[in-house]
């Protein structure tokens, strides 16, 4: 009788065991049932959203690249205007350094030649840049979507360049209103060309009025050299932006 009620009391030990077990991996079953439907909706609004994302940041990036190859063909147009200035500004500076060296040479002989070169005091190189890039790509919204800094920072420093330049070039031609033009007025004959004032032409205060040019030549100089350099690097940068 004994061992018939311990029988019994196994036998319903085992049962609810079974039960117990199988609500433990009903409940399992229902945890991944949530989980996997969770993974699902959370997928389904993820993967339009990266997509979005993906799509925008690929639209600004070509954004940025049309910027870079814009920039770089501007660069190109600045680069031959500099070229061009700076040799014109070049046959200059060596034409008067040639008239210095007549007058400390004391050449009378070459007075003619001295007097054309005085009266070709009044050209100079102009580059004379209007637009500003910087300015331009901040008043065009575009600004936050140049990622590379180093273009930016280089991008002012060119500006800067140039703003420097088209001063020293107003000054240049205050320059030649001011001391040049009313020399050469006064001391030389326009149509027939002719030398009116020799001992003028071979004094002093002509030799210092083709030193004053001479200098500001020389510092043209390295300006378009500086302005030179800067666009061939940043040109360089922009290829590298743009492979």
């Known amino acids: 009788m004994a061992d018939a009620k311990q029988m019994q009391t196994d036998g319903q030990e085992e049962r609810t065991g079974a039960s117990e077990e199988t609500i433990l991996e009903r409940v399992r079953l229902e945890w991944k049932h949530y989980i996997y439907e969770f993974f699902i909706v959370a997928l389904g609004i993820s993967v339009p959203f990266l997509l979005d994302r993906y799509n925008q940041s690929l639209q600004e990036r070509q954004i940025e690249q049309q ?14 205007d500099l070229q061009g200035n700076r040799d014109y500004n070049a046959h200059y500076l060596s034409m008067y350094e040639y008239g210095s060296l007549i007058i400390l040479e004391n050449e009378r002989n070459l007075a003619d030649t001295l007097g054309r070169i005085v009266y070709n005091i009044r050209y100079y190189s102009d580059f004379h840049r209007n637009s500003n890039l910087y300015e331009t790509l901040v008043q065009s919204g575009e600004l936050p979507l ?19 330049l088209n001063r020293m070039e107003g000054d240049h031609f205050k320059v030649i209103m001011d001391l040049a033009a009313p020399n050469l007025v006064d001391r030389l004959q326009i149509r027939p060309f002719k030398v009116m004032d020799e001992e003028w032409l071979f004094g002093y205060k002509c030799h210092n009025l083709l030193l004053i040019f001479i200098s500001l030549c020389e510092e043209k100089e390295d300006i378009y050299a500086s302005a030179e350099r800067q666009i061939l690097e940043l040109q360089d940068i922009l290829l590298k932006e743009l492979e």
């Open 67 to 80: 910027y870079y190859a814009n920039l770089r063909q501007e660069l190109a147009e600045d680069l031959e």
């Open 146 to 164: 140049i990622q590379n800094q180093e273009v930016l920072g280089r991008l002012q420093n060119l500006e800067e360049a140039y703003t420097y």
